[in-house]
């Protein structure tokens, strides 16, 4: 995440399902930041494993046309390219990615930092490569067994796209990957 974003505060937008929502102005750009967070009971290795191991991308999102893994090391990084569908008339979106798996020094909590490779792949035509991405899933273990999820990010959607409708449908990206995440840990 960038150091300049630890500053700013988070807007609650939604609670849905015992998920809080929040956004906030990115700098540099009309797009907002989103956070996703809630706690429930679950084996903090289980989501985890869910979150940074490769082998469980297929639950990602409906969106995902095609995702192929770079390079990756159990517990230490993931490197990846996916594609997004999106529907005409816009272009299809990907991305390249490193994800770096860690141990938060301060909380104990097990953190995956996500932010894009610029030269990985090239570019194609009829696609458009999203660039300015990052990603941030905490998971802090709590008492009896409760953990504390947390998504942030933020993804410039490159292309023409309105920022009101970005700004508006990306309240719905961390309720969904949480309850997913929730679903396949019960």
Known sequence: MPEFLLSQSWNLVKE????????????????????????????????????GNVKNFDWWDDNISEIKVLDY????????????????PLYDRDLCVEANIYINPKTGAKEVMATPLR??????????RIKNYWQKWTILLLQDGMIRLTVEGFVDPGGIV?????????????LKVIRDVRKHAE
């Open 16 to 51: 849905r399902d015992g998920i809080k929502v929040y956004t906030r102005p990115e700098p540099g750009t009309s797009f907002k930041s989103f956070k996703g967070e809630t706690e429930f009971l679950a084996d903090a290795e289980k989501v985890m494993d869910l979150i």
């Open 73 to 88: 090391e159990e517990g230490k990084f993931m490197k990846y390219y996916l594609v997004y569908s999106v529907p005409w």
């Open 119 to 128: 030269e990985e792949i090239p570019e194609y035509p009829n696609r458009v």
């Open 162 to 174: 309105p920022s009101w409708i970005y700004n508006m449908v990306i309240t719905e990206t961390p």
